[in-house]
C-alpha cells in the first residue's frame, strides 16, 4: 500500500517562540471521582477534535485549549485522596488519554511527561517532596520535562550536570523531546550531580537560565513542542531533587505507567482515523464500477476491512484496559519484583496492538476512502503522520523481546520508562 507522504513542517520564528509563556497558574476544577473525570475527558475531547485538523495544518499550538484543560481538573486525578486528589484508577488514566487523543493525540500527548514524573514522585519522593508537588498540582500547576540529549550516542549518557556552588545548586545543560515544556510551570530533567550519581531535577519553567525553544519540526504530533530545553547554570531548590540513583534496584510502577500513557495514546489515534475512515465512506466514498453496487457501504469487501478494523482496535483497547487494570491490581500491595514485571509485561502487550492498530487503521482509511481522500483539504495523513512518529516512542520490536524472554526464561525486564 502506498503510505501518505510527508510535509513540509513550518518552524515558529524567534518572535513566535518567545509570545507565550505559561501564566500563573489559575484554581482549577477538583474532580472527586473516576466517573466524573471521564466525563469532562468527553466534554473536552468534543471542544479538542473541532480544531484538531486546523491546528495541525497551521502548525498551531493549543494554548488556550491546555488552559481549559488544566483547569478542568484532569491533571490531578493521580494525586493520592490522602493529598486532596482523585487517586484515579491507572485504567481510568489509559481512558482520559484515549479520550483525548482520539479528538487531538497531539494535544493529548503533551500531558503523558506531566503524568509519568508524578508517577516517580509517587515512587520515590519522600512525605515532603509529595506534600509540595501535589499541592502545586492541585493548585494548576503543569509539569514538563526535558528530555533525552541528541549529541550523545546513547540515551542513557547524560552531560547535564547539577553543580554545587556557592550560591546553591546550579543546573547546566541542553535536551531535547521535551514535550509539554513550553506549557509547563515545571520541567524536571535528568543530571548528573557532582558525585557523578543520577538525579531528577526539577527546574522552575520561568527561572532566570531557562530557555524553552520550539524547534520540534516533525511531520507528525506537530503540536506537541517536544523541541530543546537549555539550562545555564539555574537555580534548583534542593528539595526539588530526586536521587533515582538509590533507586535503581527498587520496584516500581513509574516506567509501566508511563508506557500504559504511550499505548492510550496510540489507541486514541487509532480511533480518530477507524471514525474518520467510517465517516468518508458513509458521506463521500464511491462504489468501485465492478461491484455493481450504488453505495460504497454496501461493497461486501469495504464491510470485510472494516469489520476486521473494528475487531483489532477493541481487541487492541481491551488490552489496554486490562493492562491498566494489572496496574491498579499492583499498586494496591506493596510493589515486588515480580509484580513490577507482571505490570511491565502487561503494558508491553498493550503496547504492541495499539502500535499496530494505529499504523493499520490511519494507513487502511485511504484504501477504503478513495483517492479522494487524499486531497489536502481534508488533511487525514494527519492520522497516519501522527501514528507514524508516534509510535516510535520506543521500539515495539523490543517490546515482543521483553514479553519473550519473560515467558521463555523468566527474566524481569529492565527498569526505566520505557518499560
Not at 516500581?252 to 474518520?276: E, K, M, R, V, W
Request: aromatic share 6%.
Amino acid at each position: 500500500m502506498t503510505r501518505p507522504q510527508a510535509q513540509t513542517v513550518p518552524l515558529a520564528t524567534e518572535s513566535e517562540r518567545d509570545r507565550r509563556r505559561p501564566g500563573p497558574p489559575r484554581p482549577v476544577h477538583r474532580i472527586r471521582e473516576d466517573a466524573e473525570a471521564l466525563e469532562i475527558a468527553h466534554l473536552l475531547a468534543e471542544r479538542f477534535q473541532a480544531g484538531a485538523a486546523d491546528r495541525d495544518r497551521e502548525r498551531r499550538l493549543p494554548w488556550d485549549e491546555i488552559e481549559a484543560y488544566t483547569e478542568s481538573g484532569l491533571g490531578a486525578i493521580t494525586v493520592p485522596k490522602d493529598f486532596g486528589g482523585t487517586g484515579a484508577r491507572y485504567e481510568t488514566l489509559a481512558k482520559v488519554f484515549k479520550i483525548l487523543c482520539a479528538a487531538d493525540p497531539a494535544l493529548g500527548q503533551i500531558p503523558q511527561n506531566h503524568f509519568g514524573v508524578l508517577a516517580l514522585v509517587h515512587d520515590i519522593g519522600t512525605p515532603a517532596q509529595k506534600a509540595r508537588i501535589y499541592a502545586d498540582v492541585l493548585a494548576g500547576h503543569r509539569i514538563g520535562n526535558a528530555g533525552p540529549e541528541r549529541k550523545t550516542r546513547l540515551i542513557t549518557i547524560a552531560t547535564t550536570r547539577l553543580e554545587e556552588t556557592g550560591e546553591g545548586l546550579r543546573l547546566t545543560g541542553e535536551r531535547f523531546y521535551s514535550t509539554g515544556s513550553i506549557f509547563a510551570h515545571y520541567i524536571p530533567t535528568r543530571a548528573v550531580d557532582a558525585q557523578g550519581r543520577a538525579v531528577q531535577v526539577w527546574a522552575r519553567g520561568d527561572a532566570e537560565g531557562v530557555t524553552v525553544i520550539d524547534d520540534w519540526n516533525s511531520f507528525g504530533q506537530r503540536t506537541t513542542a517536544s523541541g530543546s530545553v537549555i539550562f545555564d547554570r539555574v537555580a534548583i531548590d534542593p528539595l526539588l531533587v530526586f536521587p533515582v540513583h538509590a533507586f535503581a534496584d527498587r520496584p516500581g510502577l513509574a516506567g509501566p505507567i508511563s508506557q500504559l500513557i504511550q499505548a492510550a495514546i496510540d489507541a486514541g489515534i487509532a480511533q480518530a482515523a477507524f471514525d474518520d475512515a467510517c465517516r468518508f465512506v458513509r458521506e463521500r466514498a464511491r462504489p468501485w464500477m465492478d461491484s455493481g453496487l450504488e453505495q460504497a457501504t454496501d461493497d461486501p469487501t469495504i464491510l470485510h476491512s472494516v469489520g476486521h478494523l473494528a475487531t483489532e482496535l477493541h481487541a487492541a483497547q481491551e488490552i489496554l484496559y486490562e493492562a491498566g487494570r494489572v496496574l491498579d491490581r499492583v499498586s494496591a500491595a506493596p510493589v515486588t519484583a515480580q509484580s513490577s514485571a507482571a505490570a511491565s509485561v502487561a503494558v508491553a502487550e498493550a503496547k504492541i496492538l495499539t502500535t499496530e492498530i494505529a499504523l493499520e487503521a490511519s494507513e487502511t482509511l485511504f484504501d477504503l476512502a478513495g483517492s479522494a481522500a487524499t486531497r489536502a483539504a481534508h488533511n487525514l495523513d494527519r492520522h497516519w503522520r501522527n501514528a507514524r512518529v508516534h509510535t516510535l516512542h520506543d521500539p515495539v520490536r523490543w517490546k515482543y523481546h521483553l514479553i519473550g524472554n519473560h515467558e521463555l526464561n523468566g527474566a524481569l525486564p529492565a527498569r526505566h520508562q520505557w518499560n
